[in-house]
């Protein structure tokens, strides 16, 4: 009888144990979602300052067509964004977008000395900054998550009651393809 008992309770024990190592996997897979929604949030905060600035530019870029086009296809990049799966190509797309656009507004900026000089571009232009902090610190957290929920559902005893009861396969990180160009150094894993 005793025998039974402790049987019955390492049983317990180990299904409890089992339990909580799920629970540990759906919480990093439901905070890797969070994180995921608020980079494609700041994205999507972009559009509202993109609609003032395309309005404001158009005034001043009758032979700038290409960055008034840029801008459009910014903000529709961004809009398509796929607010509950992450979809790291796809934001990679919208920051090569983004990074394309700043350099074009520098030369229109360059063509129309008085742009530069409009407090409302100024305006638009320190909330694009702001807002592209916002979604590279927002990157920096998802990454974060990624790397512990791949954790959480790399390691053992934890892949094996991922494999049994949930079956969620790693998740990509985010990567600037763009940024890695500019630094020559490669870790060595």
Do not use: C
């Amino acid at each position: 009888m005793l025998g039974f008992i402790l049987f019955f309770g390492f049983f317990m024990i180990l299904i409890l144990w089992g339990i909580m190592i799920r629970n540990n996997i759906v919480r990093y897979f439901n905070a890797t979602r969070r994180a995921w929604s608020e980079v494609a949030n700041f994205e999507l905060q972009k559009v509202k300052t993109l609609d003032h600035l395309e309005k404001t530019l158009a005034q001043y870029t009758q032979f700038e067509k290409s960055t008034l086009e840029k801008v459009t296809e910014l903000r529709q990049q961004i809009m398509h964004l796929n607010l509950t799966d992450a979809d790291t190509s796809q934001l990679q797309r919208v920051e090569q977008l983004n990074q394309e656009l700043m350099r074009n507004l520098n030369i229109v900026v360059e063509n129309y000395p008085e742009l530069k000089a409009d407090s409302l571009y100024s305006q638009m232009m320190q909330e694009i900054h702001e807002q592209n902090e916002n979604v590279s610190a927002a990157i920096t957290i998802f990454n974060r998550n990624v790397e512990a929920f791949n954790n959480q559902i790399e390691v053992f005893p934890n892949n094996m009651i991922n494999t049994i009861t949930l079956s969620k396969k790693s998740i990509r990180p985010f990567r600037d393809p763009i940024t890695q160009q500019n630094y020559s150094y490669r870790p060595n894993f």
